[in-house]
């Protein structure tokens, strides 16, 4: 369980980082997992608008009032690793609201909704399918998230579990990252390989030491303000992989054992990153990642 704690964390910094360039020039027109008729049929009193397909890891919403609403799915390598996960993921839940069981949805669901008085008013819910975990919250502006709002979510859960199979999630194969990339950096024999994206991927170990490959696009003016940014980590030049290459490393904030490498070409940037969940021989060392930024520079 506690490797699953700490590969959430190294998620957690990997789609963040993923998050926060990716602000799409236009809406996204269709979620793989719910269609808008059938989210209308399930949440009727709400009209939600799609505003991101997460590269077939979920789907983000917002309604007119402010209400945002996320669909997240998450595809893991086997049952008995999906099982764990999804444990951890109820016990999440469950410290920021009370939880009840929800029939019909899977193999087994949790749902709940935040106290009256939390800060951030919340209703979620969390199934378990097969390999897969579907996860839906919305966050509500202004009002209670109550049962009103907890039935119309579980009923959009029992549509789009049927759909969760839809994931761009893959194991075993990754076209921007290779078993050979690991390394010095993870330990080969228990190494997992996961596609998460149409332009994503992530390796692990046992240890829940990650790399992972985050490719966009992106302009040249917005690489060049990025390499221009002040913030908490240390900035250097990389320009045996071009003018645009930078890297980041002995951040004071998030993980600072971690090093992020940024390049350029044709009009995308990926972004290679290495996380150890603690002191290793690599951490914030640009020198040796560069050499997996360059194969990956390579493909670009």
Same mark, same amino acid.
């Given at each position: 369980? *506690?490797?699953?704690?700490?590969?959430?964390? =190294?998620?957690?910094?990997?789609?963040?980082?993923?998050?926060?360039?990716?602000?799409?020039?236009?809406?996204?027109?269709?979620?793989?997992?719910?269609?808008? $008729?059938?989210?209308?049929?399930?949440?009727?009193?709400? &009209?939600?608008?799609?505003?991101?397909?997460?590269? =077939?890891?979920?789907?983000?919403?917002?309604?007119?009032?402010?209400?945002?609403?996320?669909?997240?799915?998450?595809?893991?390598?086997?049952?008995?690793?999906?099982?764990?996960?999804?444990?951890?993921?109820?016990?999440?839940?469950?410290?920021?609201?009370?939880?009840?069981?929800?029939?019909?949805?899977?193999?087994?669901?949790?749902?709940?909704?935040?106290?009256?008085?939390?800060?951030?008013?919340?209703?979620?819910?969390?199934?378990?399918?097969?390999?897969?975990?579907?996860?839906?919250?919305?966050?509500?502006? =202004?009002?209670?998230?109550?049962?009103?709002?907890?039935?119309?979510?579980?009923?959009?859960?029992?549509?789009?579990?049927?759909?969760?199979?839809?994931?761009?999630?893959?194991?075993?194969?990754?076209?921007?990252?290779?078993?050979?990339?690991?390394?010095?950096?993870?330990?080969?024999?228990?190494?997992?390989?996961?596609?998460?994206?149409?332009?994503?991927?992530?390796?692990?170990?046992?240890?829940?030491?990650?790399?992972?490959?985050?490719?966009?696009?992106?302009?040249?003016?917005?690489?060049?303000?990025?390499? $221009?940014?002040?913030?908490?980590?240390? *900035?250097?030049?990389?320009?045996?992989?071009?003018?645009?290459?930078?890297?980041? *490393?002995?951040?004071? &904030?998030?993980?600072?054992?971690?090093?992020?490498?940024?390049?350029? &070409?044709?009009?995308?940037?990926?972004?290679?990153?290495?996380?150890?969940?603690?002191?290793?021989?690599?951490?914030?060392?640009?020198?040796?990642?560069?050499?997996?930024?360059?194969?990956?520079?390579? $493909?670009?």
């Amino acid at each position: 369980m *506690h490797t699953i704690d700490r590969l959430l964390s =190294g998620l957690v910094l990997f789609l963040a980082f993923a998050a926060v360039p990716v602000l799409p020039a236009r809406a996204a027109e269709t979620c793989p997992f719910i269609s808008a $008729k059938e989210l209308a049929g399930a949440m009727p009193a709400l &009209k939600w608008s799609l505003i991101s397909n997460q590269d =077939g890891r979920g789907c983000i919403y917002q309604a007119g009032r402010g209400d945002t609403m996320m669909l997240t799915v998450f595809r893991n390598p086997d049952k008995d690793r999906a099982r764990e996960l999804y444990v951890t993921f109820v016990k999440t839940l469950g410290e920021r609201m009370p939880l009840n069981a929800v029939s019909g949805i899977g193999d087994e669901g949790q749902g709940g909704t935040t106290a009256a008085g939390a800060e951030r008013q919340e209703a979620s819910l969390v199934a378990l399918s097969g390999d897969y975990i579907l996860q839906i919250s919305v966050y509500p502006i =202004g009002r209670r998230a109550d049962d009103a709002l907890l039935g119309p979510i579980t009923e959009a859960a029992r549509v789009a579990i049927a759909s969760v199979g839809k994931s761009s999630e893959r194991f075993g194969n990754c076209e921007w990252l290779t078993s050979a990339d690991a390394d010095g950096f993870l330990d080969k024999s228990t190494l997992t390989v996961q596609r998460t994206g149409a332009g994503s991927c992530m390796m692990f170990d046992r240890e829940a030491n990650t790399m992972t490959v985050g490719v966009i696009d992106m302009s040249r003016a917005t690489v060049i303000s990025m390499m $221009k940014r002040r913030g908490p980590c240390q *900035h250097v030049a990389i320009p045996e992989l071009g003018s645009e290459a930078f890297g980041e *490393h002995s951040c004071t &904030k998030g993980n600072g054992n971690a090093v992020n490498i940024f390049v350029w &070409k044709n009009g995308r940037q990926a972004s290679i990153l290495f996380a150890p969940v603690k002191p290793h021989p690599e951490s914030g060392s640009v020198e040796r990642l560069k050499a997996v930024a360059g194969r990956v520079y390579g $493909k670009l």
